[in-house]
């Protein structure tokens, strides 16, 4: 996920999840920002699209329908 504003600091959680994972501090995208409407909507399609049978896909489904009641 990218950052949604041009804010330059990272947060005590973000930072501790980049270190966890080895990201470097300068990269764009967020490790700890949930996604989105849209961005929910799009990752189901594509996990649909890519494994129309598989459990992946219905636990994007489930928790797209848990953040979204």
């Given at each position: 996920m990218t950052r949604k504003s041009g804010h330059c600091w990272l947060g005590r959680r973000e930072r501790a999840a980049r270190a966890a994972i080895g990201m470097p501090a300068r990269h764009p995208e967020l490790v700890t920002r949930r996604p989105g409407r849209a961005e929910w909507r799009l990752l189901a399609a594509w996990g649909a699209e890519l494994w129309p049978h598989d459990e992946y896909t219905?636990?994007?489904?489930?928790?797209?329908?848990?953040?979204?009641?």
């Open positions: 219905a636990i994007i489904a489930e928790a797209w329908r848990q953040d979204h009641p």
